[in-house]
């Protein structure tokens, strides 16, 4: 159900002509009045105390850091503000961002691209989704979690134990076969049997052990970035 006297809002974002073309959009809005409009996180949250709106729109990277205070923010009002809903607005389908803001819940959640908001009925129904307690994700973020999630099923690291890509994320970054063992309080004996591992789940059965450690630490890399 609409709040009594329309949706209020708060936007958020370091742009300042971003900010007015969204207020410009929602004022042709029925039904939705935006309240304040801030450039940076602690403006946001103290705008969140003083208006009590039912929903924000945010950018992800504000200052003070530039960047995830929009997900910080939505975070927080989870525990704060339950009932306050969230619409993200990024400039990109990253789908780790998406993944982070829907963590605790989709619930008063909504992830949009910028260049949504030049449609004014997808911002619109976002707003209107979140503030009845409802989600929304952009389509093109849902394409990029379903093509995140096959290429981690296909992934080489994915036969892999989690001890097994803790010692690899170790090998990634240069640590002996000893320095693994004491880091992990492990034998040598233990990690050597750990890497042998690794070399096998990956492939690498042919190739001397410098350079199969070297190919199982550009494959832990190619595979994290």
């Known amino acids: 159900m609409e709040p009594a006297g329309g949706i209020r809002v708060v936007l958020a974002d370091d742009s300042y002509l971003l900010r007015e073309a969204i207020a410009h959009v929602l004022e042709q809005a029925d039904g939705i009045a935006v309240v304040a409009s801030c450039g940076d996180r602690d403006t946001l949250l103290r705008a969140v105390e003083e208006q009590q709106p039912d929903v924000v729109v945010t950018d992800i990277r504000m200052p003070p850091t530039d960047t995830d205070e929009g997900l910080q923010v939505a975070a927080a009002l989870r525990r704060t503000h339950p009932r306050v809903g969230v619409v993200v607005l990024s400039q990109f389908a990253e789908p780790r961002y998406g993944l982070t803001l829907l963590e605790d819940g989709s619930d008063r959640r909504a ?34 979690l379903i093509a995140e999630r096959r290429r981690l099923e296909h992934s080489p690291l994915a036969e892999l ?3 097994e890509i803790e010692i690899l994320a170790y090998v990634a970054r240069g640590h002996s076969n000893q320095a693994i063992a004491d880091e992990l309080v492990l034998t040598k004996r233990a990690v050597e049997k750990h890497i042998n591992a690794i070399f096998l789940k990956l492939g690498l059965t042919e190739a001397a052990d410098v350079s199969r450690r070297v190919k199982a630490a550009l494959i832990y890399l190619a595979e994290r970035a």
């Not at 004014?120 to 990029?144: F, N, P, T, Y």
Request: charged residues 25%; hydrophobic residues 45%; without cysteine.
């Open 111 to 144: 992830y949009l691209l910028k260049e949504r908001v030049q449609s004014r009925g997808q911002l619109v129904a976002a707003i209107e989704a979140v503030a009845a307690g409802g989600s929304m994700i952009d389509a093109k973020v849902v394409d990029g």
């Open 161 to 163: 134990t989690p001890r």
